[in-house]
Each structure stands twice: as C-alpha cells, then as structure tokens.
C-alpha cells in the first residue's frame, strides 16, 4: 500500500510525462518556426519584406499632444532616376546601389562638360543663339568705317540752379539724352541672362552695343535699325485688314562664345573690327566681326585649369601686347604673337580677387588695379624683380579704403576713378606725374622706373558718395570714363540702385541723372561711348538701356 503511495507521490513532485506524439508534434512547431524566420531574414535582405513597426511608447499620448514639426524636404541635384522596379532592379539591393551612384556621376559629367572651356576657333554662322542669323555680307558693321526705385536724387531744378556757366553748358547738354525711341528698356532683351559687361563699338557713325552675360552669351543690338514702331505703321498701312502683329521687337542677336561669364571687354585700339572678350572659363577670345569668328588668343594649356579672368586690355602703343587679370590675384603679360597658351610673365599682385585693372592711357607700362583686399594699387611693368611667384613689378603706391575696390579705371587725363563697398566713389589725380611716366616707355628690367608716390599722393582729391551695395542679383557697380570726351570735360558714368545712371564730372559734379519709363531693373553696368554722348546700361534680366 505504501509503494503505491510513494509512486503517486513522485509522479505528483516529478516532471510531467510527454508522449511520443507530443514530442513529434513540438519539433515540427519548431521547425516551421525557424525556416519563417529565415525566409523572413532573405525578405528583408532583399528588399522584399514589410519594414517593423515600431514598438508602441508608454508616452504616445504625450507625444501626440506635441505640435507637429513639418519638415521641408531638401532637393537634390542628383538626376533623377529611372524606375528600378520596371527595370526589374529591386530596391535597396547591390545593383541598385550601383545605378543610383552611375547616374550620379553622369550627371556630374553632363555639368562638368557645360562648363568645360571651348579653345577651338567658333563660327558665328553655328553660335547664334538667339535672334538674326549671322550674314557676313550684311552685318552690322557694313557701313562701319576706318535701392530706391524711380526716386531721383539729381532733377532739373539742380541744373536750372547751376551759376557757373560752363556747367550748367554740360548739365543742359547731358539732360537732353533721351531713350533709344525704338522701343522701351524692356522690350530690348540684349542677352539671355544678366548682363556682366557692356560697350559700345568705337564708330561715330551708329550706336552699336555688344553685352556679355552671366553663361557666356554675347548680345549685339544695332540703335540705327528700323524702329518696331515704324515697322509696324509701315505694314499697317501696307495691309488692307489692318492685321498686324502688335508685339514686333527690336532685332538683336546673340552668340555663345564662352562656357562661363563673360567679364569684361576690349575693343582692340589697333582694329576697329575686333572685340577682345574675357570670361570666367579663363580664356580670352578675339571676335573678328569681318571674318565671323571668334578666335581663342589666350588659355591655359590646361583645359581643366579654373583661371577665371576679370579684366583684359591691349596696349594703345604696341598691338601685341595682351594684359588681364585674374580671380586668383594674378596680373598676366601675353604676347599675341605666341601660342594662345603662352604665357610672358604672370605675376601674382593680390592676395586676393582683382577685380579690374587699367593702363594708362599713354603710358601702358603705369597700371592701377583693385582687389578684394581693399586697395588700389599703381604699379610700374619697367622694374620687375624676383623670381617664381614672388616675382613683381615696382610698386608705385596704394591707397586702402574701408571696404573692397570693385575697379580702378584711368581716364586720358591720368585720373583714375575707384567704386568702393564703403558707398563712395573716389577720384585720385595723377596727372602731375603724366610728363614723368611717359619717359622711356618700353617695357624692360633695364628701364628707368618711376618715383614712388606718398601716401598724401596716392590719397582721393575728390571723394562722392555713392550707394554701391548691389548685393547678390545685381552686378558690381564700377566707374566707366569717357575715353575721348568732345567737350575736353572728363566725365564717367555709374549705375544708380534707384533704377537711373550718375554721370559725374573728375571734380566730382554730377551733370546728369539719366533714367525714362520702361526701366524696370537696376541698369548697374553702364558705359560711355569712347567720343559721342551716348550712353548704354544694362540691367541683371539682361535688358538693355540706351540714351542718345
């Protein structure tokens, strides 16, 4: 009775027994179990399978009661992707990988080839963008021989209250400059994008006025054509029905002759029909307007090289001497006779960005340029000294303002004007020093250079202020002289944030204020032509102004 007691006691106290079909039945739960988890494992690595939910939070309903942050979603400039899942690539896998980092980099290449640098010569006839089709024997040279928008801070009461008598002639004279009557500013779309330099052809016989814009284009707008206005009566009278187009534009034609932005331009003074053309792809070109071409004179043998130029200018007493200026603080010598990747003397004067640069007029051996580190500098070409890049030519003097020196331009007197950050524009004289400086003027280790100015000498005699704070979508502000001014006055023109051009005399007497309806835009890059009173501007929506 006993043993039976303590058998029933120990089943009770000991573990229960399982049978062999149980056994059977908890192995193949098991099993099961474990090639789900690894199917879903090869799921997921494959991108196949659904993403975990996230674990339900004890503080949810807090977190519910937060305000909700919306988030922007951030643009990439990745190309944009072709369905992998219809090319049958699934997601997040390796091959997918490798497409999305290919199209990357085409896109990158595709960028990269915009913006590559062209040296081979480019007919105008295939680089017409926009406009008239180039004709040689029709162009335009054919008859060309050998802030506050609208407010007015110079107005015709200033020139009726003028005493002396010879300014008050200029200011009378000045004031009678209106508008190309053709057609509004708005209407003389002159280049595609923002205009970064502008100039007139040097004939008196037609306003001819080329710009260059931020992408390289180069726009070419001829005043003496046929106002849309008249056009329009003619065929209106033409036509019986009287069913004439109203929208008829001024006609204008543009080229693309560089990768990048054309920065600054030089009508050859030696050929009247070539435009010499500087641009941020760091080459220069020679438009030849006889043969239709547009020829790379400079670039850096390195077609990768990033040397963008700012300024460029040919010697008034020797054609084949090229100077320019660079974005890296280089000033650089080319003899046009050599190899357009040959370079004479590339010579590092800043630190920093020049931003323009200018020979004197008779003496091209006296330069002044302008830089990022606040200066204006005058330098002698006669006496260079040193080796590599510390090799330099003779410092004459420099003048630091506040802010930096956005161009330094001389005029033919040997004044030269500076547009500066602080808002002035300031007027140093030189031209005492005109009688020394234009002795022995070749340009050699072995001439004899100039004095060194004092500070009292490099100093502005006339200072004016003047708003310059352009910010980021107008272009820099600069001071341009009239090369050849016919009444013997010195005089030079400046863009007006308020939507009007300064012209100012060297004595820092503004003589005009130029502005008209149809002006939508700050016209900030603004010239003289180099003997006539006209006057071209352009705006950051590439639209020209004209006042003759």
């Known amino acids: 009775m006993a043993t039976g007691l303590e058998a029933v006691m120990a089943i009770t106290k000991g573990a229960p ?13 098991a099993k099961n ?166 100039g007139f052809h040097p004939t008196t016989d037609k306003a001819l006025v080329f710009a260059g814009d931020k992408l390289g284009n180069l726009g ?41 932005t054309i920065s600054a331009f030089n009508f050859h003074p030696h050929d009247p029909n070539a435009l010499l053309t500087a641009s ?68 590092y004067l800043s630190e920093k960005k020049i931003g323009g640069f200018s020979l004197h007029p008779a003496s091209p051996h006296i330069v002044a340029t302008a830089s990022l580190d606040r200066t204006l500098r005058i330098w002698d070409l006669r006496k260079l000294t040193g080796k590599g890049d510390a090799r330099l030519p003779l410092l004459l003097g420099e003048h630091e303002s506040k802010l930096s ?35 022995n003027t070749t340009t050699s280790t072995t001439s004899k250079p100039a004095s060194t100015l004092s500070a009292d000498q490099m100093a502005p005699t006339t200072i004016i202020p003047h708003n310059n704070q352009t910010g980021r979508w107008v272009t820099i502000l600069r001071a341009q002289w009239q090369l050849q001014p016919p009444d013997g006055i010195q005089k030079f023109v400046i863009g007006n944030m308020n939507r009007f051009v300064d012209v100012f005399t060297s004595k820092g007497q503004q003589v005009a204020q130029l502005g008209g309806e149809g002006i939508t835009a700050v016209p900030a890059v603004a010239q003289f032509h180099q003997s006539r009173e006209w006057v071209a501007a352009g705006t950051a929506s590439g639209k020209l102004c004209l006042w003759m």
């Open 405 to 439: 020196v956005s161009h330094a331009a001389f005029n033919s007197a040997g004044q030269v004007a500076t547009a500066s950050y602080d808002d002035t524009v300031k007027i140093h004289d030189f031209s005492s020093f005109s009688s020394q400086w234009n002795t």
């Open 33 to 198: 179990q474990a090639l789900l988890q690894q199917l879903q494992l090869d799921a997921a690595q494959t991108g196949l399978g659904p993403k975990s939910k996230p674990k339900p939070s004890s503080t949810s309903a807090a977190q519910k009661r937060k305000r909700t942050v919306t988030k922007v979603k951030e643009e990439s400039n990745a190309p944009r992707r072709t369905s992998s899942r219809l090319q049958g690539i699934v997601a997040d896998s390796e091959v997918a990988r490798q497409k999305e980092e290919a199209d990357t980099e085409a896109f990158h290449e595709e960028q990269k080839a915009k913006r590559q640098r062209m040296s081979e010569d480019i007919n105008l006839t295939d680089a017409v963008v926009n406009g008239r089709s180039w004709n040689r024997a029709g162009n335009w040279l054919s008859t060309v021989g050998p802030a506050k928008p609208g407010e007015r801070t110079f107005s015709a009461q200033d020139v009726k209250d003028t005493s002396d008598k010879e300014l008050r002639e200029v200011r009378q004279r000045m004031s009678k400059l209106q508008l190309w009557e053709g057609a509004e500013p708005s209407r003389i779309k002159i280049t595609p994008e923002r205009i970064y330099s502008l």
């Open 280 to 347: 941020y792809d760091s080459s220069i070109r020679k438009l030849d307007l006889t043969q239709g071409r547009a020829i790379e004179i400079y670039a850096p043998s390195d077609r990768s090289a990033d040397h963008p130029i700012s300024g460029v200018e040919i010697s008034r007493t020797d054609p084949n001497n090229l100077y320019f200026t660079t974005l890296n603080g280089a000033f650089g010598l080319h003899d046009l006779r050599t190899p357009a990747h040959e370079t004479a003397e590339l010579l």
């Open 220 to 260: 070419l707008f001829d005043a003496s054509q046929t106002s849309p206005e008249q056009v329009k009566q003619e065929a209106d009278d033409a036509d019986e029905d009287g069913d004439v187009d109203d929208e008829i534009e001024p006609a204008i034609t543009t080229f693309k002759i560089h990768s990048r």
């Open 17 to 29: 027994q399982v049978s062999e079909y149980e056994q059977q039945r908890q192995e193949k739960i």
